[in-house]
């Protein structure tokens, strides 16, 4: 009676060694990518929290006002914090704002029918972008939200 493994045996186990580690690496891959993309959103929540600080909706009296309306353009992170802030950012944390912005746009503006269907809600749009301007790769995040006129 012999000892030890066949070849069969072996490269059965060999084949299924292999799938283990690549399933492990894959996940490896996919937790990284995780995690930089989690990095991303918190900065674009905290942009998002920003902007509405700056340009509260609960401050809008008439939505068509210029200057507090409810269309503002788009606007750098930077910009937002020193409009709410006499806090200068730190370098940290004016690397991590940098190349993001933050626009309001009322999406229902010239449809007074719709508005009026609505029961006077004006539907608002906030977009965080951010990306690498010389590559040409630009993301954005957007959440939809309804105002309605103070009475």
Same mark, same amino acid.
Do not use: C
């Given at each position: 009676?012999?000892?030890?493994? %066949?070849?069969?045996?072996?490269?059965?186990? !060999? *084949?299924?060694?292999?799938?283990?580690?690549?399933? *492990?690496?894959?996940?490896?891959?996919?937790?990284?990518? %995780?995690?930089?993309?989690?990095?991303?959103?918190?900065?674009?929540?905290?942009?998002?929290?920003?902007?509405?600080?700056?340009?509260?909706?609960?401050?809008?009296?008439?939505?068509?006002?210029?200057? @507090?309306?409810?269309?503002? @353009?788009? !606007?750098?992170?930077?910009?937002? +914090?020193?409009?709410?802030?006499? *806090?200068?950012?730190? @370098?940290?944390?004016?690397?991590?704002?940098?190349?993001?912005?933050?626009?309001?746009?009322?999406?229902?503006?010239?449809?007074?029918?719709? *508005?009026?269907?609505?029961?006077?809600?004006?539907?608002?749009?906030?977009?965080?972008? +951010?990306? @690498?301007?010389?590559?040409?790769?630009?993301?954005?995040?957007?959440?939809?939200?309804? +105002?309605?006129?103070?009475?």
């Amino acid at each position: 009676m012999r000892r030890g493994f %066949t070849i069969l045996e072996v490269l059965l186990a !060999t *084949i299924i060694l292999g799938f283990g580690l690549t399933a *492990i690496l894959l996940s490896m891959t996919q937790s990284q990518k %995780t995690m930089l993309g989690s990095a991303y959103l918190e900065t674009v929540q905290e942009v998002m929290d920003l902007g509405e600080m700056a340009y509260p909706l609960s401050d809008v009296t008439d939505p068509d006002d210029a200057q @507090n309306g409810l269309d503002v @353009n788009e !606007t750098k992170a930077t910009e937002l +914090w020193e409009k709410i802030s006499e *806090i200068r950012l730190t @370098n940290a944390q004016e690397e991590k704002f940098h190349g993001y912005t933050w626009e309001r746009e009322w999406l229902n503006k010239n449809d007074d029918d719709e *508005i009026e269907r609505l029961g006077g809600l004006h539907v608002v749009r906030v977009t965080v972008r +951010w990306g @690498n301007d010389f590559r040409g790769h630009h993301e954005e995040e957007s959440y939809v939200t309804f +105002w309605r006129k103070p009475e």
